[in-house]
């Protein structure tokens, strides 16, 4: 079993930024023996979408809207995986939920919302 706990979310002005934190703990010894982990977000109405991925191997991937804005990075020794967001617009409104796919299986935090005022 795998928890995710995600942190950072908040009310934040246009152009303005803020991270996210999600923590894992359970059965695992680091987060080094995810497959992955991301982001996805869902705003209001629509479907949940990535909005960034890391790999096991550190390979990185964005969606079109977010990329040169976000950064996705990790802290192995802190179990903990970072979502950096700068020059945020309003259209980035949503619930971000952190995912983790370990042993082809995957886990979702409960989502921390991020509200982005024009």
Do not use: H
Request: proline letters at 2%; glycine letters at 12%; a positive charge.
């Amino acid at each position: 079993q795998v928890q995710l706990v995600e942190s950072g979310g908040g009310l934040v002005q246009a152009g303005g930024s803020l991270r996210l934190s999600c923590a894992a703990s359970g059965s695992i010894f680091s987060i080094n023996a995810m497959n992955a982990m991301g982001w996805y977000r869902q705003a209001p109405g629509n479907q949940r979408e990535l909005a960034a991925l890391i790999t096991r191997g550190g390979i990185t991937n964005y969606a079109d809207s977010v990329k040169g804005r976000f950064t996705i990075s990790r802290d192995n020794a802190k179990n903990t995986v970072y979502l950096q967001m700068n020059s945020l617009k309003p259209e980035d409104t949503a619930v971000y939920y952190c995912y983790a796919d370990y042993t082809s299986r995957g886990y979702w935090g409960q989502g921390t919302q991020v509200t982005v005022s024009s």
